[in-house]
């Protein structure tokens, strides 16, 4: 077989995880200065940047929606992302189903700047926890959480958070976001093919990857709050 | 229980037993947190139920409205109008500034169509003014029609700190010169 052997006889994957298992998941919240809010997530080797600048005043007064605020997102790929270096791909743009309480802020504008800055697979969950963390940061306040997860199928086995070598190895990869606390569902999209029979047990398999996401965020947003407990304490 | 940190959708308790503060929203009946904070409950005096509220971290900086009271320092002067940089907004110090004018007719109460604004206000000075309008895209409106209101702060042209003789007239206390301003009255 020429194929590239995505799933060892021994149920392991070609970075080692086992099938359920995620990458290693660091996240730090106010790495910027100028930004109300920013937020840097590493999901194994898929790094984003985030920065959340706003409410503000709406720069373009066509724009102005008089009940609510709008969002503006601007997703950029770094040409140093991948392996090999590319001029500016597509530079595209995609509502990630953030959810906010978007009715208090009539007439402003909330801009969320995201960054690829490595590239190694599921940048659209990565690009969706770093926003979410990003404006946490900035005291936007939001129904929830909202945490995005992906899962694929790899020889008929539901696999969790694919990597960049068996997401371009013709596996479909399905993205889930949800609202955790609630369980509701934002986002699913999915670029491929995948057999309906699969599809439960694939979505259910992200599900569950969103809520393992969304407790390693909520401690590090704890775990930055911290201070602020201790400081009103005293 | 003092205060605990909760972070977004975590559930604070029953919207019959509390009711909904800044930092909180209501969904089929319960309460939820929707920021980052420190969760406090607040004794009503005037409704049976605690308030819950959600202290953020980060303020929101201060945002002038309409009747607050603001201390800036003029940056231009001009016929019609003097620009003010908004530094405080009440008590509380702004993040970034906002820009504001005083239109001559708002210098004073009186005599209005006697106003100079040359003989109000000179770049440099720190002024206390109210707030009378949110103005148009750029600026506030502000107003020092009122005996508090006005000049608090000024350096002559010699450089030195001004002593107030009346509620137009400063003095230099180096050169004795009399230069004119509009005053505010201490208090």
Not at chain 1, 21 to 31: F, Q
Not at chain 1, 96 to 120: A, W
Not at chain 2, 46 to 71: C, D, F, N, W, Y
């Amino acid at each position: 077989m020429s194929r590239l052997e995505l799933l060892t006889p021994e149920g392991l994957r070609v970075d080692g995880r086992r099938p359920n298992e995620l990458r290693k998941i660091i996240a730090k919240t106010s790495v910027l200065a100028q930004a109300d809010g920013s937020a840097y997530i590493e999901q194994g080797n898929t790094k984003v940047l985030a920065a959340v600048y706003g409410p503000q005043e709406v720069r373009h007064r066509m724009q102005i929606l008089h009940d609510r605020a709008i969002i503006n997102v601007e997703f950029n790929v770094a040409p140093f992302s991948t392996s090999e270096r590319k001029k500016r791909s597509k530079n595209d743009k995609y509502d990630n189903g953030i959810k906010l309480q978007t009715s208090q802020f009539p007439r402003s504008q909330i801009d969320i700047y995201l960054q690829v800055l490595q590239h190694d697979g599921g940048t659209l969950q990565a690009c969706i926890n770093a926003a979410t963390m990003a404006l946490i940061d900035a005291g936007i306040p939001m129904i929830d959480y909202v945490c995005a997860s992906t899962a694929g199928c790899i020889d008929k086995q539901p696999v969790l958070d694919l990597n960049y070598l068996e997401e371009s190895s013709d596996s479909p990869e399905l993205t889930v976001a949800i609202l955790p606390r609630t369980g509701k569902v934002n986002l699913m999209s999915m670029e491929s093919r995948l057999h309906v029979d699969m599809l439960e047990s694939v979505a259910s398999l992200a599900t569950e990857g969103c809520e393992q996401i969304h407790t390693i965020l909520d401690a590090v947003v704890r775990d930055t709050t911290q201070h602020l407990k201790d400081s009103l304490m005293q | 229980m003092a205060s605990t940190i909760v972070t977004p959708g975590q559930r604070l308790g029953y919207a019959q037993d509390f009711t909904a503060g800044s930092g909180t929203y209501e969904r089929d009946g319960l309460l939820y947190a929707s920021v980052v904070g420190v969760k406090k409950v607040l004794k009503d005096a005037t409704s049976h139920l605690e308030t819950i509220t959600i202290v953020r971290e980060k303020e929101q900086s201060a945002v002038p409205s309409v009747g607050s009271m603001i201390t800036g320092k003029i940056t231009k002067v001009n016929p019609r109008f003097a620009s003010v940089s908004i530094n405080v907004v009440d008590s509380t110090p702004c993040r970034e500034d906002f820009q504001g004018v005083i239109r001559v007719q708002d210098v004073r109460a009186t005599e209005r169509d006697k106003v100079k604004i040359y003989n109000s206000f000179r770049p440099g000075d720190i002024v206390r003014a109210q707030v009378i309008s949110l103005g148009d895209a750029r600026s506030y409106y502000l107003s020092t029609a009122q005996n508090e209101l006005g000049v608090i702060f000024a350096k002559s042209v010699a450089g030195e700190t001004m002593i107030p003789v009346s509620w137009q007239e400063m003095q230099c206390p180096k050169t004795k010169v009399i230069e004119y301003r509009k005053c505010a009255k201490p208090f």
